[in-house]
């Protein structure tokens, strides 16, 4: 994974006044846009990422910021991580916190349902509502919301493509301890 065109970016640490910066690195599925303080990770996004995050907030680019993070990222992609990490930080709302950090707990290579995270979460009649909450998932991958299916088991909805997330799926079983 490399940065692309690393020449045109500011010096390395270079942070907006809130602190905020971003790093591209390049991935067997594409590039991802690393955000957050060039430590803590805020926000991993694909390039035509739905929902779409204001790049405008993502500050300036620092291609040595989130060293870690491309390390585990690198590890991830060749087959040899199954879990991350890295210092993340998100928003959003209680139930959309617990719904991230159910989605923490699905081993790499398995799959669950929104109904069955709902379950898992207290909240079984709430399928739409963990639909919803994973769909707002700001951190891609290191939050493994690709491991969510539909109740028959189709992989649609995942903010980098449906594509994405059959090969990030694809690519866990095959590398699976």
Sequence with gaps: MTDPNPSASPPSGTTTPSGRCHRVLDTPVGQVTLVGDGQVLEGLYWPDHKPAPDRSTFGPCAPEAFAQVATQLQEYFAGERTEFSVPTRSGG????????????LIPAGETRTYGQVAAAIGRPTAVRAVGAANSRNPLSVIVPCHRVVSASGAAHGYAGSVETKEWLLAHERRHRA
Excluded: D
Aim: no cysteine; net charge negative; aromatic share 16%.
């Design 93 to 104: 709302t209680e139930f959309q916190q617990a719904v991230w950090e159910q989605l923490r």
